[in-house]
């Protein structure tokens, strides 16, 4: 024998309808009572939950498999995506113009960009 329940009906699907408990618990299940009113408190037998439905589509043997191959192809894609330079130092210089260098890691210059606002001339990833 199941279980029966009291809630009030909240929502009335095709096969089912969700009713709130006095725990505040919304749950899935069959009134009863033939055809009962939206909003009233009635009896009621809970569904039982099915397992998702991907897990039940999927056999536990091809899903590991799926899985290694869509991190591979993860790990693929990304190291195609070129790296940022990132900036270790940016020293500045001022003279007759004020530059600004930004330096990687390695000490290379990879930007050279004036601070002067007359001369809005950049340089980013060229030769310098």
């Given at each position: 024998?199941?279980?029966?329940?009291?809630?009030?009906?909240?929502?009335?699907?095709?096969?089912?309808?969700?009713?709130?408990?006095?725990?505040?618990?919304?749950?899935?299940?069959?009134?009863?009572?033939?055809?009962?009113?939206m909003?009233?408190?009635?009896?009621?037998?809970?569904?039982?939950?099915g397992?998702?439905?991907?897990?039940?589509?999927?056999?536990?043997?091809?899903?590991?498999?799926?899985?290694?191959?869509?991190?591979?192809?993860?790990?693929?894609?990304?190291?195609?995506?070129?790296?940022?330079?990132?900036?270790y130092?940016?020293?500045?210089?001022?003279g007759?113009r004020?530059?600004?260098?930004?330096?990687?890691?390695?000490?290379?210059?990879?930007?050279?960009?004036?601070?002067?606002?007359?001369?809005?001339?950049?340089?980013?990833?060229?030769?310098?």
């Open positions: 024998m199941m279980r029966t329940y009291r809630g009030v009906v909240c929502e009335k699907k095709d096969d089912y309808y969700v009713f709130l408990t006095g725990k505040g618990e919304f749950l899935r299940g069959t009134p009863l009572v033939d055809d009962p009113v909003g009233a408190e009635v009896e009621f037998q809970v569904l039982e939950a397992a998702p439905f991907l897990l039940t589509q999927i056999k536990p043997k091809i899903l590991a498999p799926v899985l290694v191959a869509a991190v591979v192809l993860i790990f693929f894609v990304a190291s195609l995506i070129p790296q940022q330079n990132s900036a130092a940016y020293v500045q210089l001022e007759e004020a530059v600004e260098i930004g330096v990687d890691e390695e000490g290379k210059v990879f930007s050279l960009r004036s601070l002067d606002d007359d001369t809005p001339s950049t340089l980013q990833g060229g030769r310098i």
